[in-house]
């Protein structure tokens, strides 16, 4: 049963603190994406994976920070650079750029 | 730069009558168009595409129009159900790996 998995579904962040979001897709697809959602708002691009070891920014990138090792994975780190970092983070997959995405359910991160 | 626009925040419709959401784009450089549904704390889900070659694309209850002179398209559903109850995102694409998503509009069906 393909799909894309995030965790944790909520997560917490202190001051100061990174915190890292995971993102896992068994579709196969070469593309990965992040993107962020503010309430009353549309999703915005954080960053983005055309391939392994490859990655480039999206529109609003800083304070955050990713890797791509593996084709299946695609982890979000938030950094305490981030100064407004409460909001819902949707990863996103496709089989090339220009391809339809599918987003996984989203992982809310909250500033304690 | 908001370069997709959904001009309306939210629609009320009766069950069973049909739903048309609209949306607008400003980047002629566009070509491809999705339509996404979304619940609550959960991740959008695809419903439906369109090619800048094609004016019409149907799925079952979901239809999609495009008119590439004014920059317009809309989703028509019919009929509305209780389900269908969700914020819908219109999304645009150069064929490349950015979509531009519009602010969203939040669909009420009424039993």
């Known amino acids: 049963d393909g799909g894309i998995t995030q965790s944790p579904k909520y997560l917490f962040r202190k001051e100061g603190q990174n915190v890292t979001l995971s993102c896992e897709q068994n579709?196969?697809?070469?593309?990965m994406y992040w993107y962020r959602q503010d309430p009353g708002q549309g999703l915005r691009l954080i960053y983005y994976s055309q391939i392994v070891n490859d990655f480039q920014k999206g529109d609003i990138a800083e304070g955050y920070s990713v890797s791509r090792e593996k084709k299946e994975s695609f982890p979000l780190t938030v950094t305490s650079a981030q100064k407004n970092p409460t909001a819902f983070y949707l990863c996103?997959?496709?089989?090339?750029?220009?391809?339809?995405?599918?987003f996984g359910p989203g992982t809310r991160l909250l500033v304690l | 730069d908001q370069q997709v626009k959904q001009n309306s925040p939210s629609l009320s419709v009766q069950e069973g009558r049909i739903s048309i959401l609209n949306c607008d784009y400003t980047?002629?450089?566009?070509?491809?168009f999705l339509w996404y549904k979304k619940y609550p704390a959960e991740g959008p889900t695809f419903l439906i595409s369109?090619?800048?070659?094609?004016d019409k694309n149907e799925d079952g209850r979901f239809t999609v129009f495009l008119n590439k002179s004014a920059k317009h398209l809309s989703l028509h559903i019919v009929p509305s159900q209780p389900g269908d109850s969700a914020v819908y995102f219109c999304?645009?694409?150069?064929?490349?790996?950015?979509?531009?998503f519009g602010a969203g509009t939040t669909v009420t069906v009424r039993a």
């Open positions: 579709l196969n697809h070469d593309a």
């Open positions: 996103a997959s496709s089989q090339t750029g220009g391809e339809t995405q599918y």
């Open positions: 980047n002629s450089m566009f070509d491809y």
């Open positions: 369109i090619s800048s070659i094609k």
């Open positions: 999304a645009a694409n150069k064929r490349d790996y950015k979509l531009s």
